[in-house]
Nanobody, 127 residues
Framework: QPQFVESGGGLVQPGGSLRLSCAASGFALDAYHIGWFRRTPGKEYEGVSCINRRGDHTNYPASVKGRFTISRDNAKSTVFLHMTSLKPEDTAVYFC????????????????????WGQGTLVTVSS
């Protein structure tokens, strides 16, 4: 069964850094675009990054651009999210997901197209 397992979350002070990992199993990671999303209580999912299946295109919203970097290692079936200059508003549960879209590029706006959701990993940014 296709699934992701996210890890690497924790408590970090404002301005700090974390690297999240997302291990895939049950499917061929290199056939999918991969995205990271986050959710806080009472809010909708927010896409924070995606990377296309070839790894040569990434996409970020303005809220995290320049601070977050997504990368993938298809050989290890793992996707990473390196987060720097963290802010209290980055506090959320972070999830990874996949889409088999035929486009060459990943699209965070097409939320319904994403699947294989993991359980998430909690990131708390607080002093």
């Amino acid at each position: 069964q296709p699934q992701f397992v996210e890890s690497g979350g924790g408590l970090v002070q404002p301005g700090g850094s974390l690297r999240l990992s997302c291990a895939a199993s049950g499917f061929a990671l290199d056939a999918y675009h991969i995205g990271w999303f986050r959710r806080t209580p009472g809010k909708e999912y927010e896409g924070v990054s995606c990377i296309n299946r070839r790894g040569d295109h990434t996409n970020y919203p303005a809220s995290v651009k320049g601070r977050f970097t997504i990368s993938r290692d298809n050989a290890k079936s793992t996707v990473f999210l390196h987060m720097t200059s963290l802010k209290p508003e980055d506090t959320a549960v972070y999830f990874c997901a996949a889409t088999g879209s035929s486009s060459l590029y990943c699209d965070l706006a097409d939320f319904d197209g994403w699947g294989f959701w993991g359980q998430g990993t909690l990131v708390t940014v607080s002093s």
